[in-house]
């Protein structure tokens, strides 16, 4: 099974932990069959844990994950 750890830091921990509260509700979604994520923040890093079926499973939750994590990303720089 493929898996992938990806961090994504960000400029405080009050926007580590926001983004990992905002994002955690898609974790519990049944959509992802093929796939399970984890998040966990250490500080001002988040880091996101994938374990897939397979490579297309696998590049499909990083992508979705990615581009959200992003969209959270420059939320927090315009909350600067």
Known sequence: MPSLEKEFIFTSPFF???VQKAVSVEL???FERRAKSSIH??????L???VAE???????????????????????????
């Open 16 to 18: 580590a932990l926001a």
């Open 28 to 30: 519990d979604n049944t």
């Open 48 to 50: 996101l844990k994938v």
């Open 54 to 80: 397979d490579e297309s499973a696998l590049a499909a939750s990083l992508g979705f994950y990615s581009r959200l994590f992003g969209l959270c990303s420059d939320i927090c720089v315009l909350r600067r």
């Open 41 to 46: 923040t250490n500080k001002n890093v988040v």
